[in-house]
């Protein structure tokens, strides 16, 4: 497995196609927002973070292969953002269906019910508008561990 920090434009174009089919954050999308993982010449794997105001941050359109997500290959794509990428004196926030907390539970998220930054006010509503049940998760930064 690779990891490539600048995405070339062919693998930028493959990430927003798999956006487009499994409905993950479109939100302005830019390339150099976006971590990748590869193998071979196969995105295995993908995230993107951006500020949303100020220090607070989203961690948005995470995507793991269905093939390697047995793998736990997720936890260590967030083990990589919290310890490479992430400037643990920002806020980092996430919106997910409520069904999946748990998997970001395991990696010190936890539910916030206020203080949620405006951009995310939003992505709840249009989640509710389409059908979906979301909730918002923040980052505990005193939980981790490397």
């Known amino acids: ?50 500020n949303i105001w100020w220090n607070d941050y989203e961690l948005s359109s995470l995507w793991v292969d269905k093939n390697y997500r047995w793998k736990k290959l997720w936890i260590e794509i967030i083990k990589d953002l919290l310890n490479n990428k992430f400037n643990n004196d920002n806020n980092l926030f996430l919106a997910c269906k409520k069904e999946i907390q748990n998997y970001y539970k395991k990696v010190n998220f936890e539910i916030v019910d206020e203080n949620i930054p405006g951009k995310l006010e939003w992505t709840l509503r249009w989640w509710k508008e389409n059908n979906f049940y979301a909730i918002i998760m923040k980052y505990n930064k005193k939980l981790w561990k490397n």
């Open 1 to 50: 497995m690779q990891k490539i920090n600048n995405i070339t434009d062919g693998t930028y174009k493959n990430i927003k196609i798999i956006i487009e089919q499994t409905w993950l954050s479109y939100y302005e999308i830019k390339k150099e927002d976006f971590l990748c993982y590869k193998e071979k010449d196969k995105i295995i794997a993908f995230w993107r973070i951006f």
